[in-house]
């Protein structure tokens, strides 16, 4: 399959394409046109799959073909954090390059007067962290009276991170009637009450079976003694020449013992 082939605007598909995609993932395959079709959609689909591109994409399309009216915002984004948050952002203003749709990104920790501004300028998609848009809300700084179509992204870490309270304040402010997506990776029988109170029969996508790994990620597996693990780690990164690697660790303590090891050995 192809981008062409799944009906977006050419102003869209050029930023598309742009970004150097051939084919669309199987998430972006099966709910680009699910959300097209006007559809609820309950999507099984973990980071790394192109999940944002997959709401992302029909969203500026539905958006663009309809008129907007007044200032409230039409389409909002849920996110965990304010990393994800930021970067759904970021997606949504690199597909929405060639049209005139405005975006605008609000998460916690940071001053509040900014994104006050950045709302009454008028805002189509609001991409948000639930606790800073219910403040947002409460203070009468945001319209949500008028949102077409709502996305909780992640919704597995959104509870995990004891959203659901606000998540629920958030729903209450929405209208009934639009058109709702849920993402998430796994489904735990609280996502599934959840998804139940907002989700009108929606189509279900589900693109990574349980407990598998990202299917663009390659793995390997270096059995190694734990007295050689901070060599062996030292010694590919340098064979390998990598420059950028992310390296987790069980404990404070041994990431304080690789960081310095690394660092002793010239890394
Ligand atoms: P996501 O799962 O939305 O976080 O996306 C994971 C990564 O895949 C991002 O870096 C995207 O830029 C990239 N990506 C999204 N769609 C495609 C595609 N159709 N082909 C290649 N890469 C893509």
Redesign the pocket.
């Known amino acids: 399959m192809t981008?062409e082939e799944l009906n977006l605007a050419p102003a869209i598909l050029a930023a598309?394409l742009e970004?150097?995609?051939?084919?669309?993932?199987p998430?972006?395959a099966q709910a680009i046109p699910a959300v097209l079709s006007g559809a609820d959609v309950l999507a099984g689909?973990?980071?790394?799959?192109?999940?944002?591109?997959?709401f992302t994409l029909p969203i500026l399309q539905l958006l663009q073909g309809r008129e907007r009216v007044g200032k409230a915002v039409r389409a909002l984004v849920l996110t965990p954090t304010r990393e994800l948050a930021a970067?759904?952002e970021e997606?949504v203003r690199t597909y929405g390059k060639n049209l005139s749709l405005k975006s605008a990104v609000v998460f916690g920790g940071v001053a509040l007067n900014p994104q006050i501004k950045r709302l009454s300028a008028g805002v189509d998609i609001l991409v948000a962290t639930p606790g800073r848009l219910l403040d947002l809300a409460s203070q009468g700084a945001v319209d949500l009276s008028q949102v077409e179509i709502l996305v909780l992204d992640e919704a597995d870490r959104m509870l995990d991170m004891g959203f659901i309270h606000d998540v629920k304040k958030i729903l209450a402010l929405l209208p009934a009637q639009k058109q709702s997506l849920l993402f998430s990776a796994t489904f735990s029988d609280e996502i599934r009450a959840l998804a139940n109170t907002f989700l009108r029969d929606p189509q279900h996508i589900q693109v990574t079976p349980k407990n598998t790994t990202?299917q663009?990620i390659t793995q390997w597996i270096y059995p190694v003694g734990r007295n050689k693990k901070k060599e062996l780690l030292a010694h590919i990164i340098q064979s390998e020449n990598w420059s950028q690697v992310l390296v987790f660790t069980r404990t404070k303590f041994g990431a304080n013992s690789v960081a310095q090891y690394l660092a002793d050995n010239g890394i």
Do not use: D, H, L, M
């Open positions: 981008f598309v970004q150097g995609y051939e084919n669309p993932t998430v972006q689909a973990q980071t790394g799959t192109g999940k944002t591109a997959g970067q759904v997606s990202v663009r």
